[in-house]
């Protein structure tokens, strides 16, 4: 039979409001009988009761979190997948769970909205998702506090790696190989794909580099089939670049796969860049150039911030806040 508070209260020999107050940290009780009423709550194997627990605290310590991708990967995505552990992890440290937001609860269809209000979570946390889908922004434009990842609003916090950054480092470091017939396969439209391409194209003026309107080439993110399509066409190309830099990590797979069915040697005959810095690029031969990305650090902060706000909504600001990445230099770029 399951541990009560009135167990707690017999066993510690205090009033059952005192043990209440223990469990829920108020601080008019000692700091002894705090720690007597913990320890006995531990060994006893006491929980509190869930949906007690929300109706006495307006709050359900449960966190929605939606995460879809145009990939098939999925959670076994190496990036996203650090970025929701590190959310996990820091988010159980401060007492909150955590439910991904679908589209079926049993066999009810629902609205991303309507499951967020099904569920009654504390928050919500926008991992990855096509940002300007009219249910994503009914999230965002609800009353939920929300933090997104990779992607900016103005009505919530947003945690960014520095993109403009980081194309600046790697677009630099290639032409300081002395590339300067640089194709770029980017992602879909989004403030990301913006970012970047904007930070690539400075780069190149700030280095008198003119690339051809083909160099240009719209790919999907962390999809290495359509990337090997794109890829195709720039190998085959009349007047080949030099280099290719990728959307991220896993299509730059899909480059080296043609690559190698063209009978090109990577970087002898043909260079390669990518962005994210997942693990697997640093096994392959030659180790990728890549941007890393903290994916740990970037699901530590979006946990850190979301909570803040559900708990002090009036002393969070809503701000974009963007995190330091760091340029690998790999051995897939050579030095013309």
């Known amino acids: 039979m399951a541990t009560t508070i009135k167990d707690l209260s017999l066993k510690c020999g205090v009033s059952v409001s005192t043990i209440s107050k223990a469990l829920n940290g108020y601080q008019d009780i000692s700091e002894n009988t705090r720690q007597l009423v913990l320890k006995t709550a531990s060994e006893m194997g006491y929980f509190p009761d869930a949906n007690a627990r929300a109706l006495k605290m307006k709050k359900t310590y449960n966190i929605g979190v939606l995460f879809s991708t145009l990939s098939n990967h999925g959670l076994r995505n190496e990036y996203f997948a650090h970025i929701l552990a590190s959310f996990k992890e820091n988010a159980a440290s401060r007492g909150y769970d955590i439910t991904?937001?679908?589209?079926?609860?049993?066999?009810?269809?629902?609205t991303y909205l309507e499951h967020c209000k099904h569920r009654n979570f504390d928050g919500v946390c926008i991992a990855c998702a096509e940002f300007n889908e009219p249910e994503v922004l009914e999230i965002v434009n609800s009353e939920f506090p929300v933090v997104t990842i990779d992607h900016s609003f103005n009505d919530a916090i947003s945690i960014l790696s520095d993109n403009v950054e980081g194309m600046r480092q790697l677009t630099q470091y290639i032409i300081d190989q002395?590339?300067?017939?640089?194709?770029?396969?980017?992602?879909?439209?989004?403030?990301?794909t913006h970012n970047r391409l904007v930070s690539f194209n400075t780069v190149l003026r700030e280095n008198s580099i003119s690339i051809p309107e083909e160099y240009y080439v719209e790919g999907i993110y962390r999809d290495p089939e359509r990337t090997e399509e794109l890829a195709m066409n720039l190998l085959t190309h009349p007047d080949r670049p030099t280099c290719i830099i990728a959307p991220d990590d896993y299509a730059a797979l899909g480059i080296m796969n043609v690559a190698a069915r063209l009978g090109l040697k990577i970087p002898d005959d043909i260079s390669i860049a990518g962005y994210d810095g997942i693990s697997v690029a640093q096994t392959l031969e030659p180790n990728l150039t890549t941007i890393r990305q903290d994916a740990n650090k970037i699901g530590a902060e979006a946990a850190k911030q979301l909570i803040n706000l559900i708990e002090s909504p009036m002393a969070t600001s809503l701000d974009n806040i963007y995190l330091k990445v760091q340029l690998v230099k790999g051995g897939s770029v050579k030095k013309l």
């Open 178 to 192: 002395g590339h300067t017939k640089i194709a770029y396969i980017h992602g879909t439209r989004s403030s990301v």
């Open 100 to 110: 991904f937001i679908e589209h079926n609860i049993g066999n009810r269809k629902m």
